[in-house]
């Protein structure tokens, strides 16, 4: 005798060979035997032979009509063989059984399982849905496999238009625009990001990194909804003459400067920061914007804005106009340079020029200003200027090694990024220049000097601190952000708080609406001040402005890359020199790009090497080089920035052991491209040490 029973969710078939109690010992064709469940047994058969019967309900199975077997089924439940006498019109032989139920069981759609061997007919409006169901999977399947025939063929089917960036960023994996896409990625055994590229989907690889970082960070996209701009007090005009120092792309003008001569002999200079803290209160819509923003976004050759450009026109510091601003003025003796006093002030400024770097950093040279040569716009000023921030720099190097920290180094190289019509220059210039060293210092200046005005007077702000962490060199150096007075060893001053950039940081707008309470309300700013002492919300500022600074900082570092290698394809750049940075990391002498060799000879670092471009990808913005030759000698280079990756390994392999330069950006990321008076670093290429990067001139990050 033999036995069909079901095991597993599977039909199978074998010679019963004992049967003991509530089981039966059965053996299968391939000579295998199986204890089989009383229970589990369907159908007990003299023949055909176990094998031969499968064979044959499959068959069976096949011929088998659904719909009418559905009708013959009525509604009531039934067992297999009870339904077989219906349909066949007699006892259903061990075959037809079978085949009986193989149909049923694999047409749930028409028959819901019941038990072993038992189904019932599915309602009728139920198989009708479920079979409308199946049809629409069917129409389904045909219109994705025409899909991937399309993005075979390189052509971006007319559906895939609008969805192109939410299938690479945001995608919905259940739709079937998704599963075409990654079905046609298998089989061309490519990403989707290339593929999408190679149908039109995206137009370029910068749009795709740009897409991937709005996706990202700005999902609702980077307008703005209509502002009203807000009106700001009265307030008394100065007696001055203010002139900026910007690079010719900068748009949001924020910080002026200004040389009095007083009657006493004395000098007294203002350094005037842009008050939209004037117009804008906390926790009302234009504060929710910038808020949610954080930072301007900076990229060669764009940026995003943390604030809507109407605003931004109503508080820049353009010239030709009495602008709002908040002013520090610092009284000095000219002879030694001694700061008197300072006093700061709310008030209409007469901004009577916007200086360019382009325009005059080839006039105002150290050689120029020691022998008065040259003739430009607010030369007295600059000089007295220039005069007065080499003692300034002097004495924070000393504070800064008493912090036990060595000189800082001011001949690092520096990039500038310029980009017109997708076109790239990449113009390299040493850092230091008389008029980066004048703004930097004196925003370094007015940032120590409003830190400590709002320490003393007990109103809690942000700033930044480095040193006296916890750990080993490069944590303690770590620059972190807290809400109240700590030393900027790096820098070289006691305390540091970002007050300078109130037009593009969310941090320098909460500084000056504390410092403005400070100077309106005097030992009361502390109950009145927009943030009270250990305001939570101020703290949550922090986090959220941390996350988004670094996330933005990624981003234009990665920008900064694909704009190397698109000057790489526009030069027909493929036999380039380069500088060893540190075991296997160079970087092309002529332009910012940092790449690993891995494999190569160990060379010492400043090493002039000349390199064979074998390709490189603005996808992915990896490249790939091969060593030609050592230069003669193998000197290392003249090369003042290589002198200091010496000083940060022996220090603990930071950047921070050098200290942040005499802008704060030399260890932070984050300030606009191809601008004056501000440089930062790269981060190029994985793994590498901040300190094994070059600098890039950028607009905001100094201070």
């Known amino acids: 005798m033999n036995l069909l029973f079901e095991e597993s969710g599977d039909f199978k078939a074998g010679s019963i060979m004992t049967q003991q109690g509530e089981s039966y010992q059965v053996e299968m064709a391939s000579g295998k035997r199986s204890k089989v469940k009383a229970k589990d047994g369907l159908l007990q058969f003299a023949t055909p032979a176990p094998l031969e019967l499968l064979e044959q309900a499959r068959l069976i199975s096949d011929e088998i009509d659904l719909d009418f077997l559905w009708e013959v089924a009525g509604e009531e439940e039934f067992g297999f063989t009870e339904l077989g006498a219906e349909y066949f019109g007699h006892a259903p032989l061990p075959v037809e059984a079978a085949g009986l139920l193989l149909r049923l069981h694999t047409a749930p759609i028409y028959f819901y399982k019941k038990g072993k061997g038992r189904y019932k007919a599915a309602p009728q409006a139920s198989l009708q849905a479920a079979l409308a169901g199946v049809e629409k999977k069917k129409q389904l399947a045909l219109v994705q496999a025409q899909y991937v025939d399309e993005l075979k063929a390189n052509r971006l089917p007319d559906n895939f238009k609008p969805l192109a960036l939410q299938l690479l960023f945001k995608p919905d994996k259940n739709g079937i625009e998704f599963k075409a896409l990654d079905a046609a990625c298998k089989e061309l055994q490519t990403t989707p990001q290339r593929l999408m590229l190679a149908t039109g989907g995206i137009a370029s690889p910068k749009d795709l990194h740009y897409a991937k970082f709005l996706f990202e960070f700005f999902p609702k996209g980077v307008g703005f909804p209509p502002v009203a701009i807000p009106a700001t007090p009265e307030l008394p005009l100065a007696e001055v003459q203010a002139f900026s120092i910007d690079d010719v792309t900068t748009t949001e003008i924020d910080d002026a400067l200004s040389v009095t001569r007083l009657p006493d002999g004395k000098l007294r200079v203002g350094i005037h920061i842009a008050a939209p803290g004037l117009g804008i209160k906390r926790d ?420």
């Open 284 to 703: 009302d819509a234009i504060d929710a914007m910038a808020r949610q923003r954080m930072s301007t976004v900076y990229m060669p050759g764009e940026k995003i804005t943390m604030l809507p450009d109407e605003l931004v026109a109503a508080f820049t510091l353009d010239a030709g106009k009495d602008c709002p601003a908040l002013s520090l003025y610092a009284t000095l003796d000219p002879q030694t340079w001694e700061v008197l006093a300072t006093e700061t002030r709310a008030e209409r400024v007469h901004i009577a020029a916007n200086l360019r770097h382009n325009d005059l950093d080839q006039l105002v040279t150290e050689e120029a200003l020691a022998e008065n040569l040259g003739d430009y716009p607010h030369k007295d000023e600059i000089a007295l200027l220039w005069q007065w921030v080499q003692m300034l720099e002097q004495g924070r190097m000393a504070k800064r090694e008493s912090f036990g920290l060595r000189p800082e180094q001011n001949n690092r190289v520096d990039f500038n990024f310029y980009v017109e019509n997708d076109v790239v220059s990449i113009v390299r210039r040493k850092r230091g220049a008389p008029l980066d060293k004048i703004v930097a210092e004196l925003m370094i200046f007015a940032n120590s000097t409003w830190g400590k005005l709002m320490a003393d007077h007990g109103v809690p702000g942000i700033y930044r601190a480095q040193g006296g962490g916890a750990g080993g060199w490069a944590a303690k150096m770590q620059v972190r952000m807290v809400t109240h007075a700590a030393p900027h060893q790096g820098l070289g001053v006691d305390q540091y708080a970002w007050s300078t950039s109130p037009l593009r940081r969310y941090t320098d707008l909460v500084n000056q609406w504390q410092i403005l309470a400070c100077i309106e309300h005097g030992v009361t700013a502390p109950l009145v001040a927009p943030f009270k002492p250990r305001d939570a919300d101020l703290f949550a500022i922090v986090s959220a402005f941390d996350a988004a600074y670094s996330g933005y900082a990624d981003f234009q570092s990665g920008m900064e890359r694909y704009w190397c290698l698109r000057w790489l394809a526009q030069e027909n750049a493929r036999v380039v020199d380069a500088v060893v940075l540190k075991d296997e990391i160079l970087r092309l002498t002529e332009i910012p790009l940092v790449l690993r060799m891995p494999g190569m000879p160990q060379l010492a670092r400043g090493v002039q090497v000349k390199l064979d471009l074998l390709r490189w990808d603005e996808v992915d913005l990896s490249v790939e080089a091969r060593l030609l030759e050592v230069a003669a000698g193998a000197a290392p280079a003249a090369d003042q920035e290589l002198e200091e990756l010496d000083e940060a390994d022996e220090e603990g392999g930071a950047d921070a052991a050098a200290g942040e330069s005499e802008t704060e950006s030399a260890s932070e990321p984050g300030a606009e491209i191809a601008s004056g008076h501000d440089a930062r670093q790269v981060d190029a290429a994985p793994n590498a040490a901040a300190a094994d990067e070059p600098h890039i001139k950028s607009e905001t990050a100094a201070e």
